[in-house]
């Protein structure tokens, strides 16, 4: 099928996956600069030379390359993150760094040069490290105004620049990574629940007055929220297994409810209440949430099931938990692999909300091989992703003609970057290969993937090559 005219097709990264460069010109430490290991670890006191995001693919030093590589596969649209500590070291400081502020009015100068439109992501997992320990995190309420206050800073800085906006990259992460997420220094053991959710309750209030600061500012631009979208099938047609169903997939709709419709949903008392939960909120807070979104973006990787039966062990590879699908492969990674579940969510969403969506990010980590073809060129032949990509986006065509207004679709990774969950790099998810390894071998040059020129082709033909 082709699709609509203005879809806006491109690919995703977040800074500090690319960037590296982790104390150039000024920046600050971010909570990813002592999480050489991923996700599930405890950050180290100071940086360490094992984390590879300190120099990640030096994104930093490349992006001109980089991006005329994007422009090359015919790139709409390519979305990336702000450095919070790029912009404010420590984070709590009243004047920015004008180094880090230069240095994203050149990357979207080089954007527009090529007529890519920036997609800004304004928190991507990373909190600058002062607010981490010194405040911890979004427990604290001040963060409000210290996020506010960076966020009116880059708006008036791009105007003019930046059409697109997303506030808090999954948002819906924070349960099961508080401090990437929500820069919470406090280990997740030692976090009660009644924490956790005050410091979800600043976020969210945080987001909704920095979409009203964007819709002052840049009346022209459209702002959204952006949740880590993760279908929830019943294990069985057992109602019990129904209603575990429903009652995960609220805890995760239980974000963007409130971006999208502007209050606290009514299952939320009694989510509250049975957890033992009191939340502050103030008089100004239930104004300030009010602010809601312009469209719903997420990230689509995995649907997952849920069971009533204890017995019945959640996966380990599913960010969120779950029970795995019997009926679905899994990447080597673990992450079971179901493009109809992308068209169910795609539908789902737009059902609940009646906004248009963004897939901001959806892709395939998998160890690629680097091979020389006999005319001398060195590339991947990962006919394995793009089989992948190609399933997914057809669904996303099916989701297209069930009348779902879908802005458009960012690939996760398009140059291969630092993996989030595992901070490795052999988990590749680009169209580029960056010769860079895990031992910190490497020449950091770049090297078109086969997926390369079957994206470009998908872009051209503006998804009439899909098959």
Same mark, same amino acid.
């Given at each position: 099928m082709q699709f609509p005219k203005d879809f806006l097709w491109g690919g995703a990264i977040a800074a500090n996956q690319i960037e590296?460069?982790?104390?150039? %010109?000024?920046?600050?430490?971010? !909570?990813q600069d002592v999480t050489p290991r991923g996700w599930r670890e405890r950050p180290t006191? +100071?940086?360490?030379? $094992?984390n590879m995001k300190l120099e990640a693919i030096d994104f930093y030093h490349r992006y001109k390359e980089d991006i005329r590589l994007f422009a090359e596969m015919g790139f709409k649209v390519f979305r990336l993150s702000i450095a919070w500590s /790029?912009?404010?070291p420590n984070g709590d400081e009243q004047t920015p760094n004008e180094a880090g502020l230069a240095f994203y009015d050149d990357l979207f100068d080089e954007c527009h040069k090529y007529g890519i439109e920036p997609l800004v992501t304004l928190s991507h997992y990373e909190t600058p490290l002062h607010l981490s320990k010194e405040y911890d995190g979004w427990r604290n309420r001040e963060l409000i105004g210290f996020f506010?206050? *960076?966020? /009116? +800073? !880059?708006?008036?800085?791009y105007k003019g620049k930046v059409k697109y906006w997303l506030t808090f990259n999954e948002i819906n992460s924070i349960a099961h990574t508080p401090l990437l997420s929500g820069g919470i220094y406090t280990p997740k053991d030692e976090l009660t629940e009644q924490d956790l959710y005050q410091a979800i309750h600043h976020e969210l209030v945080a987001s909704a007055r920095v979409v009203k600061a964007c819709? $002052? @500012?840049?009346? $022209?631009?459209? @702002?959204?929220?952006? @949740?880590?979208?993760?279908? !929830? *099938?019943?294990? +069985?047609p057992q109602p019990e297994d129904v209603m575990k169903a429903l009652q995960t997939e609220r805890e995760n709709y239980y974000f963007s409810d409130i971006q999208v419709r502007g209050y606290y949903p009514s299952y939320s008392k009694r989510?509250?209440?049975e957890k033992g939960i009191e939340l502050v909120i103030t008089p100004e807070d239930i104004g300030?949430?009010?602010? +809601? !979104? $312009?469209?719903v973006s997420f990230s689509y990787y995995m649907s997952t099931c849920e069971s009533s039966n204890p017995e019945h062990k959640g996966g380990e590879g599913n960010i969120i938990g779950g029970v795995p699908n019997p009926y679905l492969e899994a990447s080597e990674w673990g992450w079971q692999i179901d493009p109809v579940g992308l068209r169910f969510y795609l539908n789902t969403l737009y059902d609940r909300y009646q906004k248009p969506v963004f897939i901001v990010e959806n892709g395939l980590g998998a160890v690629d091989e680097l091979i020389t073809l006999p005319d001398g060129t060195k590339t991947v032949l990962d006919d394995y992703r793009i089989a992948y990509l190609n399933d997914h986006l057809v669904q996303v065509g099916e989701a297209i003609k069930d009348g779902v207004p879908i802005m458009g679709y960012t690939a996760w990774g398009c140059i291969d970057l630092v993996s989030f969950t595992t901070a490795e790099l052999k988990k590749r998810y680009g169209f580029i290969y960056v010769d860079?390894? %895990? %031992?910190?071998?490497?020449?950091?040059? /770049?090297?078109k993937k086969k997926s390369f020129s079957w994206y470009k082709e998908v872009i051209a033909s503006n998804g009439t090559s899909l098959k």
């Open positions: 590296g460069a982790y104390n150039s %010109d000024g920046k600050g430490l971010s !909570v006191e +100071t940086p360490t030379s $094992d /790029r912009i404010f506010e206050h *960076y966020a /009116r +800073t !880059v708006f008036l800085r819709h $002052d @500012i840049l009346p $022209d631009a459209q @702002i959204g929220c952006m @949740i880590l979208g993760m279908p !929830v *099938y019943p294990l +069985t989510l509250l209440k300030d949430l009010m602010h +809601t !979104v $312009d469209f860079r390894h %895990d %031992d910190g071998s490497g020449t950091f040059k /770049r090297f």
